[in-house]
């Protein structure tokens, strides 16, 4: 089973594939946290990708699509993916139809994550992310248990560089502009599946887990 989840920054992406990954056994495949690992690690692909992703572009297509292709070759996605952030454009969905035919695997679902675009500031602005292990928090609507101090790990918690408000509003704009068309792009294939996100964290997840895991097992 093999499902993109697709939706603007904010939207709740890698909070859900976090859990449905835990509750469905697969293997969840989040781009942007393998950039900002390699970008805090400073290897040749954080090199690469950091002033992009500092400022809120896209990194270009030919480093992402080395990065997804080894993520998808690992041994624990061949039995199935949730794929977080990616593809954000038309020459990745296409990169993806591509690959995972030879692969011999093939596309499920896409899974459309709905959120006003007046939720999603406050969402980016408020997340916190663990700096030891990366599990996302906010400030208000998904507290740790002790203030600042990752529940699984006993990380710190930080705010992303580029969840400042002005990067925040350029990534909704690239969004719109670049990776909105995909919406339409996978409903043509009858691929596409709405779920409305601008409810709690686990409603949206009892919504998900029923559309996403029970129809596929
Ligand atoms: P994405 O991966 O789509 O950018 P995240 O999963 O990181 O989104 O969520 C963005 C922020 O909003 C995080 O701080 C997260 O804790 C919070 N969040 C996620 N889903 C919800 C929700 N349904 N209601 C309120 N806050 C949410
Ligand atoms: P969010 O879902 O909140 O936008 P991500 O962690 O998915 O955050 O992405 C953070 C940043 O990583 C993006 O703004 C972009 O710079 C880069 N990035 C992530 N996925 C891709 C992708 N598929 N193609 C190009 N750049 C990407
Ligand atoms: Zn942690």
């Given at each position: 089973?093999?499902?993109?989840?697709?939706?603007?920054p904010?939207?709740?992406?890698?909070?859900?594939?976090?859990?449905?990954?835990?509750?469905?056994?697969?293997?969840?495949?989040?781009?942007?946290?393998?950039?900002?690992?390699?970008?805090?690690?400073?290897?040749?692909?954080?090199?690469?990708?950091?002033?992009?992703?500092?400022?809120?572009?896209?990194?270009?297509?030919?480093?992402?699509?080395?990065?997804?292709?080894?993520?998808?070759?690992?041994?624990?996605?061949?039995?199935?993916?949730?794929?977080?952030?990616?593809?954000?454009?038309?020459?990745?969905?296409?990169?993806?139809?591509q690959?995972?035919?030879?692969?011999?695997?093939?596309?499920?679902?896409?899974?459309?994550?709905?959120?006003?675009?007046?939720?999603?500031i406050?969402?980016?602005?408020?997340?916190?992310?663990?700096?030891?292990?990366?599990?996302?928090?906010?400030?208000?609507?998904?507290?740790?248990?002790?203030?600042?101090?990752?529940?699984?790990?006993?990380?710190?918690?930080?705010?992303?560089?580029?969840?400042?408000?002005?990067?925040?509003?350029?990534?909704?704009?690239?969004?719109?502009?670049?990776t909105?068309?995909?919406?339409?792009?996978?409903?043509?294939?009858?691929?596409?599946?709405?779920?409305?996100?601008?409810?709690?964290?686990?409603?949206?997840?009892?919504?998900?887990?029923?559309?996403?895991?029970?129809s596929?097992?």
């Amino acid at each position: 089973m093999h499902i993109v989840l697709l939706g603007p920054p904010g939207a709740g992406k890698g909070t859900q594939a976090e859990m449905l990954s835990e509750a469905g056994d697969l293997a969840h495949v989040a781009v942007g946290e393998i950039l900002r690992q390699a970008i805090r690690e400073k290897t040749d692909l954080g090199i690469e990708a950091e002033m992009y992703v500092e400022q809120g572009e896209l990194v270009p297509d030919e480093i992402i699509a080395g990065v997804i292709e080894e993520r998808l070759r690992a041994d624990d996605a061949q039995k199935g993916a949730l794929l977080d952030g990616f593809p954000r454009n038309l020459t990745q969905a296409e990169f993806l139809d591509q690959l995972l035919k030879k692969l011999g695997l093939s596309l499920d679902a896409v899974v459309y994550i709905d959120v006003p675009f007046a939720a999603l500031i406050r969402r980016s602005t408020g997340r916190r992310i663990c700096s030891g292990c990366g599990r996302v928090y906010h400030v208000e609507f998904n507290l740790p248990q002790r203030d600042n101090v990752c529940d699984e790990c006993g990380g710190e918690l930080i705010q992303r560089e580029d969840d400042r408000e002005e990067t925040v509003r350029n990534r909704l704009e690239v969004y719109l502009e670049q990776t909105g068309p995909l919406v339409d792009y996978y409903d043509e294939r009858g691929l596409l599946r709405r779920v409305d996100g601008d409810q709690s964290i686990d409603e949206v997840f009892q919504v998900l887990k029923t559309m996403v895991l029970e129809s596929h097992s």
